[in-house]
């Protein structure tokens, strides 16, 4: 069970680093924004799992918080790059 979960936070580890490559080096808002989503979804996906791994629901409000943040993050970052395209034209 310890290397099951030792393999499972390695695999997130990467995929978290990944993304934050992905954050810093992206050529456009729009990839970061993607990028900062998957993170989001990566984190979430961690405290999932440790909620499954352990038997408890105490985190489930935080992965709502998360989510809510993850949703009007995408909506703002979309409405801006929208509003910047018609004042571009």
């Known amino acids: 069970m310890n290397v099951l ?4 936070y390695l695999v997130f580890a990467v995929a978290a680093l990944l993304t934050l490559w992905r954050i ?3 050529p ?3 990839d970061r924004a993607v990028a ?7 984190v979430m996906c961690v405290l999932g799992a440790e ?3 352990n038997h408890h629901t105490r985190t489930l409000p935080v992965l709502l918080m998360i989510a809510a943040v993850g949703v009007f993050g995408s909506i703002s970052i979309a409405r801006f790059v929208a ?3 018609n004042v571009e034209r």
Request: a negative charge; proline letters at 0%; charged letters at 20%.
């Open 5 to 8: 979960l030792l393999v499972i």
């Open 24 to 26: 810093v080096i992206g």
């Open 28 to 30: 456009s808002i729009l």
């Open 36 to 42: 900062s989503d998957v993170l989001l979804t990566e």
């Open 51 to 53: 909620m499954a791994i």
């Open 83 to 85: 509003r910047r395209d």
